[in-house]
C-alpha cells in the first residue's frame, strides 16, 4: 500500500522539483530521490518505510539538523513544511513498536 501511495519522481528540471537525501540509523546507508514541492511529508515516510526494511518495523521520525526540527506533520507538502531541494533528513528512532 505504501509503495502505491509514492508519488511519481518528477524529471530533472521540473519547476518545485526537490532533490532529498535520508540518512539512516548507523549513518552508513542513505537514500536519495526527488520529490515535489507539493508531496505530503508522508509521502517521505512511505519512501522511508518501502526502502529500508530496518526502519519499517520501528517508531521513528524525520528531522532535520541545521536547525533542528522534526517533520511529524504527514500531510502538510514539503514545500510548506521547509523542505527544500539538496535537503539532508535523518531517520531518528523514537521507540519499538
Known amino acids: 500500500a505504501k509503495r502505491a501511495r509514492l508519488p511519481p519522481e518528477p524529471p530533472a528540471g521540473e519547476a518545485g522539483r526537490l532533490a532529498v537525501v ?15 514541492a507539493s508531496d505530503p511529508v508522508g509521502a517521505l515516510y512511505d519512501y522511508v518505510d518501502v526502502h529500508s526494511a530496518e526502519v519499517a ?7 532535520s539538523t541545521m536547525p533542528r526540527k522534526a517533520y511529524e506533520d504527514r500531510q502538510q507538502s514539503l514545500g ?15 521507540a519499538k513498536v
Do not use: H
Open 22 to 36: 535520508v540518512r539512516l540509523p548507523g549513518g552508513q546507508q542513505r537514500l536519495q530521490r526527488a520529490f515535489r
Open 57 to 63: 518495523d520501528q517508531r521513528y521520525r524525520l528531522v
Open 80 to 94: 510548506d513544511a521547509g523542505i527544500q531541494n539538496q535537503f539532508v533528513l535523518m531517520v531518528e528512532l523514537t
